[in-house]
C-alpha cells in the first residue's frame, strides 16, 4: 500500500496528472502512501501536508484494517516531524496539527489533509479553517522547497517521535 503527503495545498490534479513542478513539493513515496506539500494555489497553512494512500477506496469506510494501519502510522511520523520542523522554520510552536478529509471527488482516493496551528494563533478549530479559507495565504516556492527539503531530510534520518 503507498502514501503520498503533500505540502501546502490541496490536490487540484489526479495523481497521474502531475506536472514535473507538482512532483518536487512530494515529501515521500511508497508502494502504499504519497505524502506531499498542498498543491493548490491556497493552502490552509504555511506547512499544510496531505497524505495520500495508494488504494481505490474512495471513502474512509471502505480502507481495510491494513490501509487505516498504514494511514495512522503515516499520520503519527507525519505530524511528529512537522511539529519539529516548522518550530526551526517558521520559529512558532505548532500547538495542534487538524486532520481533515474532504473525499468528494472520486478521481482520488482516500487522503487526510494535516493542517498546522500554530502558538500565535487565537481562532480555533472550524473558526480558524473557516477564516483561512477566505484568506489567501501567499507562500513563495522559496518556502515550500524550504519545507519540503527539511521534511525530507527528517524521515530520512528516521527522526520522527514516536
Known sequence: MDITVNFGGFFLKRRDCLTENDK???IKEDENVKINL??????????HVVIELKSKAHDVSDLSMEEWKTITEWTKKMTNTMKKVLREIVGKEVVKIYICSFNEDSN???HFHLIPRYECETLKGDEL???????????SPA?????VDKLREE????????
Do not use: M, N, T
Open 24 to 26: 518536487k513539493w512530494a
Open 38 to 47: 498542498f498543491l493548490g494555489e491556497d493552502p490552509y497553512a504555511l506547512g
Open 108 to 110: 482520488f482516493p482516500v
Open 143 to 147: 518556502e515550500k522547497q524550504k519545507i
Open 129 to 139: 479553517l473557516f477564516y483561512r479559507s477566505k484568506a489567501k495565504q501567499i507562500i
Open 155 to 162: 524521515l530520512r534520518k528516521g527522526r520522527e517521535i514516536f
